[in-house]
Nanobody, 124 residues
C-alpha cells in the first residue's frame, strides 16, 4: 500500500484546510487509516483515525469538535477536514494505514504503511 498525503499549506488562525490521503496498491489489505502530526521539536502524535469497513472514527482530545475524518471507499481516499485551526495545529501531518484490527489505533506501532507527510502552518 502506498499513501500520498496532500492538502497542507499556510493559513491563518481560524481558517480551514482539508487534507487528503490517497491509497494505491493493495488497498484491500488496509483496515484502518489514521492521521498523525509532528510539530517542530515534538514527538509525533495521533490526530484522528477511521475504519474502512464501518467508518468508525476516533479523535485526539485536542482536535475533537474541530477536525472531521471521513473516507471515500470508491476513491480509496481518507480526508481530514480541519476547522478553526490554531497555531498549535502547526505540524507535518502524516497518514498511515494499518493491516490488522487492533484494540487501539492511537499508537504508531499499529500502522504498517506511512505517507510522506504534508506541512500545515497556522499563523496567529
Amino acid at each position: 500500500v502506498q499513501l500520498q498525503a496532500s492538502g497542507g499549506g499556510l493559513v491563518q488562525a481560524g481558517d480551514s484546510l482539508r487534507l487528503s490521503c490517497a491509497a494505491s496498491g493493495r488497498t484491500f489489505s488496509s483496515v484502518f487509516t489514521g492521521w498523525f502530526r509532528q510539530a517542530p521539536g515534538k514527538e509525533r502524535e495521533f490526530v484522528a483515525g477511521i475504519s474502512w469497513s464501518f467508518g468508525d472514527t476516533v479523535y485526539a482530545d485536542s482536535v475533537k469538535g474541530r477536525f472531521t475524518i471521513s473516507r471515500d471507499n470508491a476513491k480509496n481516499t481518507v480526508y481530514l477536514q480541519m476547522n478553526s485551526l490554531k497555531p498549535e495545529d502547526t505540524a507535518v501531518y502524516f497518514c498511515a494505514a494499518a493491516k490488522f484490527y487492533s484494540s487501539t489505533y492511537r499508537t504508531e506501532n499499529v500502522y504498517n504503511y506511512w505517507g510522506q507527510g504534508t506541512l500545515v502552518t497556522v499563523s496567529s
